[in-house]
């Protein structure tokens, strides 16, 4: 029963700031890597950035490094994304996503998706 509940989207305009957040349970929190993708209207998914285990370690994707920061709270079972400098580009449905290890590689493949949370950025 893993479970990923995603929030915190929102309509917001360019240059504003959105925290995303993604409540996890069904197991281990902190012994897994985790990671966001984002699918915008009628595109396929994109992998944003991703988060080892201990939350030490992150990457994300070119057009968002230096606006996007992503953290976890492995106490409270938690991913997060700082989303800031919105553009609208980022307007999509952000997913968090559980890796089957607590690093990754390139070749990784999330196992788990949550269901996604709206971010729609628009003047």
């Known amino acids: 029963e893993v479970q990923l509940v995603e929030s915190g989207g929102g309509l917001v305009q360019p240059g504003g700031s959105l925290r995303l957040s993604c409540a996890a349970s069904?197991?281990?929190?902190?012994?897994?890597?985790m990671s966001w993708v984002r699918q915008a209207p009628g595109k396929g998914l994109e992998w944003v950035s991703a988060i080892k285990s201990g939350g030490g370690s992150t990457n994300y994707t070119d057009s968002v490094k230096g606006r996007f920061t992503v953290s976890r709270d492995n106490a409270k079972n938690t991913l997060y994304l700082q989303m800031n400098s919105l553009k609208p580009a980022d307007t999509a449905v952000y997913y968090c996503?559980?890796?089957?290890?607590?690093?990754?590689?390139?070749?990784?493949?999330?196992?788990?998706w949550g269901q996604g949370t709206q971010v729609t950025v628009s003047s």
């Open positions: 069904g197991f281990t929190f902190s012994s897994y890597a």
């Open positions: 996503a559980k890796y089957p290890t607590g690093g990754i590689t390139i070749a990784t493949v999330p196992e788990y």
